[in-house]
C-alpha cells in the first residue's frame, strides 16, 4: 500500500528510548538500509532523478519491490519519499522495533484504519536515511534523523525545519581537517551531523544551534548512533545565538555551517532559520569571523563555510579581508564560485520550496534584487574559509584564492597540509627556504606546449591530480628543479647545482634571478600541495 501524504504542521521531535534505538539499528542494518543497499535496489538514472528532486523514477521502481516485501524499498518509499506503509509492511521491515517501537519513538504516525490492523496505514513523522562515508578511522554507518523535505511533504519548507544532510553539509565535512583533538565546536548543528564527525576524533564536542527543535534531533542523532563513536567521546548540546553558549571558552576545531544564506529584512518576506542569521546582508558571517579567533586554542583550527557580496567596482576578497583587518588568527580563504543577485536569489527561493509558480515568486526575487541594489552588489560569492590560531612565536599568514577547479579526493587532509605548511613557511626566510627537503606529490604531472618546429617549450605547466586540480605555470629554471625532488636532499643542494650548470653554459648572470624565481614558485608549489615538506630524507 503507498499513497501520498503530506501534514500541515511540523510534529513534536522524537522520543529518545536507547533499548528501542539500540533494536533499530539493528533492524536497518538487516534490512539492508543503507547507502549500499539502497544502490543496490536503486538504478543510476533513478538516483540522478532524485538529486533533481524528480521521485516518479524511485517510486516506480520501488513500488513493486516494497509490495513484494523488500524492507529496504519499504523503509525509503516511507521516510525519504512521503508514501504509506501498512502495519504488516513495517513489522516485516523492522521486525525487532516493530510499528509499534516506531510509534513510540514518534517516527510514524497512523492516518488511516483500525490501529492493530495489518492493514493500518502510516506515515512518517521525519526524514530517516542512511548515511555512509569513510574519515581517516575508518568506515561509518550512520542513520540520520531530520525533518521531512519537500520530495516526502509536496509543500515549501518551513521555517523552523531542520535539515538533513544536503550539499552544503556533505561540502563542510569534506573541507575539515580531522586531526585528533580534545575539544571541539559545532556552531549552529542542524541535525547534528558535523557534531557526530568531530567527535570520531574529538574528545568533547560542543554542539550549539539557536533553534531547540535542531538540538533535539542532534540528541536523537548522537543517541541513535551512540555506539559508533569512539568510548568516552561525548557530544553536548547548548542552545544560543552564536558564540553566547560557549563564552569564554575555547577549542581546537571549531566547524560551522552557519546561516549565511542573504536574505532580504523586508517585512512580509519569509525566512528560514537554519540558513537564515537574521542579520543584513553578510554581517553574520562578519561577525562570526570578528570573534572566532578568541575561541580557538592555539594551534586551533576552524573550518566553515561562507557568502559574501562583491560589490561593484571591488575584487572578491575585499569583504573577507576587511573583516578578518583586526583577527589575530592565520586565514586561508578559498572562493569556489560567485553567482549574480539573480541567481543567488533564484537559488535561495527554490531551496525554500517556493518556485516561479508560486505567487511569492515575483515579489520575493524582486525583494532580493532591491536589497543587493541598495549596496551595489554585484555579485555573491560562495566559498571555504579556514583560520588557525598560531602558537607563540608563529608568524601569521593570509591567503585568499580564487578556485573553480576540483581534483580527485576530500579536501580535508589537503587543508590540513596546507595551514601547516603555510605555517611553517610564514616562519622561513630565503635561506631557511633552501634547508627544507621537499617531494613532489604523486599526483603532480608536468605539461609541456611547443610551437611546432621549436625545441624549447613555450608554456611549461604542473598539473595537480588531487586537492584542488590545480594547474600552476613555471619557467624552464623551476621545471629544472622540480624534476629531481624526490625528498632525499635539501632544496640548497639542487640549487647549488643549478647555478653551477648555469655559469658552465656562460649564464652565470642569470644565477641570483633564477634563483629569486625557483624560490618564489617552489613557496606557491609547497603552499598548494604540489610539493611536500619531508621532515627525515627520504633513503636514495
Same mark, same amino acid.
Given at each position: 500500500?503507498?499513497?501520498?501524504?503530506? %501534514?500541515?504542521?511540523?510534529?513534536?521531535?522524537?522520543?529518545?528510548?536507547?533499548?528501542?534505538?539500540?533494536?533499530?539499528?539493528?533492524d536497518?542494518?538487516?534490512?539492508?538500509?543503507?547507502?549500499?543497499?539502497?544502490?543496490?535496489?536503486?538504478?543510476?538514472?533513478?538516483?540522478?532523478?532524485?538529486?533533481?528532486?524528480?521521485?516518479?523514477?524511485?517510486?516506480?521502481?520501488?513500488?513493486?519491490?516494497?509490495d513484494?516485501?523488500?524492507?529496504?524499498?519499504?523503509?525509503? !518509499?516511507?521516510f525519504?519519499?512521503?508514501?504509506?506503509?501498512t502495519?504488516?509492511? $513495517?513489522?516485516?521491515?523492522?521486525?525487532?522495533?516493530?510499528?509499534?517501537?516506531?510509534?513510540?519513538?514518534?517516527?510514524?504516525?497512523?492516518? %488511516?484504519?483500525?490501529?492493530?490492523?495489518?492493514?493500518?496505514?502510516?506515515?512518517?513523522?521525519?526524514?530517516?536515511?542512511?548515511?555512509?562515508?569513510?574519515?581517516?578511522?575508518?568506515?561509518?554507518l550512520?542513520?540520520i534523523? %531530520?525533518? $521531512?523535505?519537500?520530495?516526502?511533504?509536496?509543500?515549501?519548507?518551513?521555517?523552523?525545519h531542520?535539515?538533513?544532510?544536503?550539499?552544503?553539509?556533505?561540502? $563542510?565535512?569534506?573541507?575539515?581537517?580531522?586531526?585528533?583533538?580534545?575539544?571541539?565546536?559545532?556552531?549552529?548543528?542542524g541535525?547534528?551531523?558535523?557534531?557526530?564527525?568531530?567527535?570520531?576524533? &574529538?574528545?568533547h564536542?560542543?554542539?550549539?544551534?539557536?533553534?531547540?527543535?535542531?538540538? #533535539?534531533?542532534?540528541?536523537?542523532?548522537?543517541?541513535?548512533?551512540?555506539?559508533?563513536?569512539?568510548?568516552?567521546?561525548?557530544?553536548?548540546?547548548?542552545?544560543?545565538?552564536?558564540?553566547?553558549?560557549?563564552?569564554?571558552?575555547?577549542?581546537?576545531?571549531?566547524?560551522?555551517?552557519?546561516?549565511?544564506?542573504?536574505?532580504?529584512r523586508?517585512?512580509?518576506?519569509?525566512?528560514?532559520?537554519?540558513?537564515?542569521?537574521?542579520?543584513?546582508?553578510?554581517? @553574520?558571517?562578519?561577525?562570526?569571523?570578528?570573534?572566532?579567533?578568541?575561541?580557538? &586554542?592555539?594551534?586551533?583550527?576552524?573550518?566553515?563555510?561562507?557568502?559574501?557580496e562583491?560589490?561593484?567596482?571591488?575584487?572578491?576578497?575585499?569583504?573577507? +579581508?576587511t573583516?578578518?583587518?583586526?583577527?589575530?588568527? #592565520?586565514?586561508?580563504?578559498?572562493?569556489?564560485?560567485?553567482?549574480?543577485?539573480?541567481s543567488?536569489?533564484?537559488?535561495?527561493?527554490?531551496?525554500?520550496g517556493?518556485?516561479?509558480?508560486?505567487?511569492?515568486?515575483e515579489?520575493?526575487?524582486?525583494?532580493?534584487?532591491?536589497?543587493?541594489?541598495?549596496?551595489?552588489?554585484?555579485? @555573491?560569492?560562495?566559498?571555504?574559509?579556514?583560520?588557525?590560531k598560531? +602558537?607563540?612565536?608563529?608568524?601569521?599568514?593570509?591567503?585568499?584564492?580564487?578556485?573553480?577547479?576540483?581534483?580527485?579526493?576530500?579536501l580535508?587532509?589537503?587543508?590540513?597540509?596546507?595551514?601547516h605548511?603555510?605555517?611553517?613557511?610564514?616562519?622561513?626566510?630565503?635561506?631557511?627556504l633552501?634547508?627544507?627537503?621537499?617531494?613532489?606529490?604523486?599526483?603532480?604531472?608536468? !605539461?609541456?606546449?611547443?610551437?611546432?618546429?621549436?625545441?624549447?617549450?613555450?608554456?611549461?605547466?604542473?598539473?595537480?591530480?588531487?586537492?584542488?586540480?590545480?594547474?600552476?605555470?613555471?619557467?624552464?629554471?623551476?621545471?629544472?628543479?622540480?624534476?629531481? $625532488?624526490?625528498?632525499?636532499?635539501?632544496?640548497?643542494?639542487?640549487?647549488? &647545482?643549478?647555478?653551477?650548470?648555469?655559469?658552465?653554459?656562460?649564464?652565470?648572470?642569470?644565477?641570483?634571478? &633564477?634563483?629569486?624565481?625557483?624560490?618564489?614558485?617552489? !613557496?606557491t608549489?609547497?603552499?598548494?600541495?604540489f610539493?611536500?615538506?619531508?621532515?627525515?630524507?627520504?633513503?636514495?
Open positions: 500500500m503507498s499513497t501520498a501524504h503530506a %501534514s500541515t504542521d511540523l510534529p513534536s521531535t522524537p522520543t529518545i528510548d536507547p533499548t528501542i534505538l539500540t533494536r533499530l539499528r539493528h536497518l542494518a538487516a534490512a539492508r538500509y543503507t547507502a549500499d543497499g539502497i544502490d543496490e535496489i536503486l538504478s543510476a538514472s533513478a538516483r540522478a532523478a532524485l538529486e533533481r528532486e524528480n521521485p516518479i523514477p524511485a517510486l516506480r521502481e520501488l513500488g513493486p519491490l516494497a513484494g516485501g523488500t524492507a529496504n524499498a519499504t523503509l525509503m !518509499r516511507l525519504t519519499l512521503g508514501r504509506t506503509a502495519r504488516a509492511e $513495517l513489522d516485516h521491515a523492522l521486525p525487532n522495533v516493530g510499528t509499534e517501537g516506531l510509534l513510540a519513538l514518534g517516527l510514524v504516525r497512523e492516518i %488511516s484504519g483500525e490501529g492493530s490492523d495489518a492493514t493500518s496505514a502510516f506515515t512518517a513523522t521525519f526524514d530517516l536515511r542512511p548515511y555512509q562515508a569513510t574519515d581517516d578511522f575508518g568506515e561509518i550512520w542513520w534523523v %531530520s525533518d $521531512l523535505g519537500e520530495l516526502a511533504t509536496g509543500r515549501a519548507l518551513e521555517g523552523e531542520v535539515l538533513g544532510i544536503g550539499g552544503a553539509t556533505s561540502t $563542510l565535512i569534506a573541507i575539515t581537517p580531522r586531526a585528533e583533538v580534545e575539544r571541539a565546536l559545532d556552531l549552529g548543528t541535525c547534528g551531523i558535523q557534531a557526530l564527525h568531530a567527535a570520531r576524533h &574529538a574528545e564536542v560542543v554542539a550549539t544551534d539557536i533553534s531547540e527543535r535542531a538540538l #533535539s534531533l542532534t540528541k536523537f542523532n548522537v543517541a541513535l548512533n551512540q555506539d559508533t563513536l569512539p568510548e568516552g567521546h561525548v557530544i553536548e548540546t547548548r542552545k544560543g545565538s552564536m558564540f553566547e553558549p560557549v563564552a569564554g571558552e575555547t577549542f581546537d576545531l571549531i566547524v560551522s555551517n552557519p546561516p549565511f544564506v542573504i536574505t532580504p523586508v517585512k512580509g518576506i519569509e525566512t528560514w532559520t537554519y540558513r537564515d542569521g537574521g542579520a543584513q546582508g553578510d554581517t @553574520i558571517v562578519a561577525g562570526l569571523l570578528s570573534e572566532i579567533d578568541d575561541y580557538l &586554542a592555539p594551534g586551533g583550527v576552524a573550518a566553515m563555510l561562507a557568502n559574501w562583491i560589490t561593484e567596482g571591488t575584487a572578491w576578497d575585499s569583504r573577507p +579581508r573583516w578578518l583587518k583586526n583577527s589575530t588568527a #592565520s586565514a586561508l580563504i578559498v572562493q569556489r564560485d560567485v553567482e549574480d543577485p539573480a543567488y536569489a533564484s537559488t535561495w527561493l527554490r531551496d525554500g517556493v518556485t516561479d509558480r508560486d505567487e511569492r515568486w515579489p520575493m526575487t524582486n525583494a532580493w534584487l532591491d536589497d543587493f541594489a541598495s549596496r551595489d552588489v554585484e555579485g @555573491i560569492g560562495f566559498g571555504h574559509v579556514l583560520l588557525t598560531p +602558537r607563540e612565536g608563529e608568524k601569521r599568514f593570509e591567503d585568499f584564492a580564487f578556485i573553480e577547479t576540483t581534483g580527485s579526493g576530500p580535508g587532509p589537503r587543508y590540513a597540509e596546507m595551514l605548511t603555510r605555517a611553517r613557511l610564514a616562519q622561513l626566510d630565503g635561506d631557511a633552501g634547508k627544507l627537503i621537499l617531494a613532489r606529490a604523486d599526483d603532480v604531472i608536468e !605539461r609541456r606546449h611547443y610551437t611546432p618546429g621549436d625545441e624549447d617549450p613555450m608554456v611549461i605547466d604542473l598539473v595537480q591530480g588531487g586537492g584542488f586540480g590545480r594547474t600552476i605555470q613555471i619557467d624552464t629554471h623551476t621545471a629544472a628543479i622540480v624534476g629531481p $625532488l624526490t625528498g632525499e636532499y635539501p632544496l640548497s643542494v639542487f640549487l647549488t &647545482a643549478y647555478a653551477s650548470l648555469l655559469e658552465a653554459a656562460d649564464q652565470a648572470e642569470h644565477a641570483a634571478t &633564477a634563483r629569486e624565481t625557483i624560490a618564489r614558485t617552489t !613557496r608549489l609547497i603552499e598548494w600541495g610539493l611536500h615538506i619531508v621532515e627525515q630524507p627520504i633513503a636514495a
